[in-house]
């Protein structure tokens, strides 16, 4: 009975003992089934991701953020589901067959045309310039001393200028003058009407009307005068210098570099001032002035006039004395010759000229010379006030000394505002014989 149970016993334990075994195997085996299935899946993913890097990235492509554990929740009951779906990853063929696609030239291509286009269109637009007008206002008092004459205030220009510029290198020049100090004088006169061309390096062409380039004081605005009245070799009737003779009709050549000492302006013209005359012959009169600039400093320019100008037949002029004689209907002799100066330096400016005429004209045997010339100088006592003196001396005959008259003058510039100063001037005249024709002079002048 005993050696019975223990064999029973025995029978027990070699039972339990391969069961045991057969679990542990199971177990074994199950696990490394698990583990197979693991590393399977890790190595489909890696595969994935390195398929998708070879890729270009596009927003579809974009890598999805990775789910931690602790985010989702998956019941126990289906965790072999979701562990058969992971360990089964679907790859398309066509991340793994196709390569990528070459991107496409065209969409590269088409902003580059398209710039391309718009700049050729913008470069067709025409540009539209505005049209620029200013002027000038100047109000006169002046008291001679001469008789039949007194004080009086009026307003002695008023200017309007306008400019179009028509492109880069094409603009129009218009200038008017609506009034005068001249009861006999037209009140409305066009004073300037012409189109500057610029050819570019410092040079350019004018065509039309416009003031001659004859001395420097001569083509300088009314406003710009430094003592308020122009030199009398500049402005006279003796030698048809005067007014409207000042400027002429015809075409003009300017040229002044940058980097150049020299500067040239030369023109072509009637002969018979502005647009109130018609050319009377077929004589054309040259004028220019040739400049050099040592510095910013010191300018000389020398000028020439010549030309002839029709004349009607004439009595003798007694005023002449033995050169006295009637003259017949022809062309007359107008020519003349200036130096001129100007130097400007920190409060100290100084400027002179000299003029030289030579004239045919009515009722005298030969022609009238004469000559003139004047200095001027202004010192600046303060940074809008200015003291300023002039001597001006002009002989209409040099052959006659009697002829001879002089101005000497004083006064100042006040450059009260950066669009309007007050300028007043004494003038001392002097001539043979002598008159009492002294004059005061003040002006107020208005940019606009």
Not at 161 to 182: A, P, R, W
């Amino acid at each position: 009975m005993k050696g019975s149970a223990v064999l029973k016993r025995m029978k027990c334990f070699s039972v339990i003992m391969a069961a045991m075994l057969l679990v542990t195997f199971t177990l074994n085996a199950v696990a490394s089934a698990n583990s197979s299935v693991k590393m399977s899946r890790e190595e489909a993913r890696a595969a994935i991701e390195a398929m998708r890097a070879k890729l270009p990235v596009t927003q579809a492509q974009q890598p999805e953020k990775p789910v931690k554990a602790e985010e989702t929740v998956v019941p126990a009951a289906k965790k072999h589901v979701v562990a058969e779906k992971q360990a089964a990853p679907v790859i398309s063929m066509s991340e793994v067959v196709a390569p990528p696609a070459a991107p496409s030239a065209t969409p590269a291509a088409a902003p580059a045309e398209k710039a391309k286009e718009e700049k050729k269109e913008e470069k067709k637009a025409p540009v539209v310039y505005p049209f620029d007008l200013s002027g000038y206002a100047q109000f006169l008092y002046s008291d001679n001393t001469a008789a039949a004459n007194g004080s009086t205030v009026n307003l002695s220009r008023m200017r309007f200028i306008g400019k179009k510029k028509i492109d880069e290198k094409l603009m129009l020049f218009v200038q008017s003058n609506f009034t005068g100090n001249s009861d006999t004088a037209s009140k409305l006169t066009v004073l300037d009407v012409n189109a500057q061309y610029d050819l570019g390096g410092g040079r350019s062409v004018w065509l039309g009307q416009f003031v001659m380039p004859f001395g420097f004081e001569s083509p300088i605005s009314p406003k710009n005068l430094h003592m308020i009245n122009y030199s009398q070799e500049s402005v006279n009737t003796e030698h048809e210098m005067a007014g409207d003779d000042l400027r002429d009709v015809g075409v003009r050549y300017n040229y002044a570099p940058k980097d150049c000492h020299f500067n040239l302006s030369v023109a072509a013209v009637n002969g018979e001032g502005i647009n109130r005359r018609a050319d009377t012959n077929d004589n054309k009169a040259i004028v220019g002035r040739l400049g050099y600039v040592f510095n910013k400093f010191f300018n000389i320019g020398l000028s020439g006039y010549e030309g002839k100008r029709y004349k009607a037949a004439s009595a003798a002029v007694a005023s002449y004395g033995t050169m006295a004689a009637a003259t017949t209907a022809g062309d007359f002799l107008k020519r003349r010759a200036a130096f001129d100066f100007t130097y400007k330096k920190d409060r100290l400016m100084l400027q002179g000229e000299y003029h030289l005429f030579r004239t045919g004209v009515q009722g005298r045997l030969s022609d009238l010379i004469g000559q003139g010339y004047f200095v001027q100088g202004g010192l600046m006592l303060s940074k809008t006030f200015e003291f300023t003196l002039k001597h001006d001396a002009f002989t209409p005959n040099k052959n006659n000394t009697t002829t001879k008259k002089t101005i000497n003058a004083a006064g100042f510039n006040w450059y009260f505002h950066k669009a309007a100063k007050m300028q007043f001037v004494y003038q001392k005249h002097g001539e043979t014989p002598e008159v009492d024709n002294n004059r005061v002079d003040s002006l107020l002048c208005f940019d606009f």
